[in-house]
T-cell receptor, first 114, second 111 residues
Framework: ETGVTQTPRHLVMGMTNKKSLKCEQH?????MYWYKQSAKKPLELMFV???????ENNSVPSRFSPECPNSSHLFLHLHTLQPEDSALYLC?????????????FGNGTRLTVT | DQQVKQNSPSLSVQEGRISILNCDYT??????FLWYKKYPAEGPTFLIS?????DKNEDGRFTVFLNKSAKHLSLHIVPSQPGDSAVYFC??????????FGTGTRLKVLA
C-alpha cells in the first residue's frame, strides 16, 4: 500500500463514546499532521509531530488526544466529543516539518457526533 | 483573520479552454505556496508548488504564477478537461510546519 491511509473512513459516535482515528504513511516521511475540515471553513491545523515529537498543539480541546508511536503511525483519540466536532479529519505527512515540502493527505475520516 | 483567501467560491469553464484560479495572501513572510485538488470523498491531492524566489512554475497542463508585490498567486490549467472538475485549495507557509489554507474554489469543466 502506498501514500497515506486513514481508517475508518466514516465514524458515528455518541458524546459519551471513546474512539480512535488511525493514520499510516508509507512515504518515509518524518512529519505527520492532523487537520480538521469543517463545512465552509479552511483546513485547521490541529497537531504536528516531527520525528515522533509533538511540535504543535494548536489550541485544541483536550477531548482530542494525539499519539505518534513511530514516524509511520499517527492516532487521534476521541472522548466526550460535542456535536460541533463533527467534521472531516485529515491526516497528512511531509518529508520534514519546518522545511518547504508538500503535505500529502489521506482520504480523511468523516466524523459525526450525535 | 484569514491570511490566505480564495475569493471565488466557484468557476465554470468550457472544456479545452483555460481555467484560472486565484488566491490572495496577506502575510509577507510566506515563502512557499502550494495548490491542491480535492475530489468528493477524497483527501486533497498535491498539484504544484512555487517558492518565493520564482514567479512561475510549470508542470504539464498546470502553471502557477506568483506576484509577490501584489501578494497574489494563480493557477492556470490549459487545456481544461472534465476530469479537472474538483475543489482547488491554495496554501502558503513561511518555512514552518504551519500551512495556511484558503477556503477553496470549486471548478466545473463543462464538456
Amino acid at each position: 500500500e502506498t501514500g497515506v491511509t486513514q481508517t475508518p473512513r466514516h465514524l458515528v459516535m455518541g458524546m459519551t463514546n471513546k474512539k480512535s482515528l488511525k493514520c499510516e504513511q508509507h512515504l518515509g516521511h518524518n512529519a505527520m499532521y492532523w487537520y480538521k475540515q469543517s463545512a465552509k471553513k479552511p483546513l485547521e491545523l490541529m497537531f504536528v509531530y516531527s520525528l515522533e515529537e509533538r511540535v504543535e498543539n494548536n489550541s485544541v480541546p483536550s477531548r482530542f488526544s494525539p499519539e505518534c508511536p513511530n514516524s509511520s503511525h499517527l492516532f487521534l483519540h476521541l472522548h466526550t466529543l460535542q456535536p460541533e466536532d463533527s467534521a472531516l479529519y485529515l491526516c497528512a505527512s511531509s518529508q520534514v516539518a519546518g522545511e518547504n515540502s508538500p503535505l500529502h493527505f489521506g482520504n480523511g475520516t468523516r466524523l459525526t457526533v450525535t | 483573520d484569514q491570511q490566505v483567501k480564495q475569493n471565488s467560491p466557484s468557476l465554470s469553464v468550457q472544456e479545452g479552454r483555460i481555467s484560472i484560479l486565484n488566491c490572495d495572501y496577506t502575510n509577507s513572510m510566506f515563502d512557499y505556496f502550494l495548490w491542491y485538488k480535492k475530489y468528493p470523498a477524497e483527501g486533497p491531492t498535491f498539484l504544484i508548488s512555487i517558492s518565493s524566489i520564482k514567479d512561475k512554475n510549470e508542470d504539464g497542463r498546470f502553471t502557477v504564477f506568483l506576484n509577490k508585490s501584489a501578494k497574489h498567486l494563480s493557477l492556470h490549467i490549459v487545456p481544461s478537461q472534465p476530469g479537472d472538475s474538483a475543489v482547488y485549495f491554495c496554501a502558503a507557509t513561511s518555512g514552518t510546519y504551519k500551512y495556511i489554507f484558503g477556503t477553496g474554489t470549486r471548478l466545473k469543466v463543462l464538456a
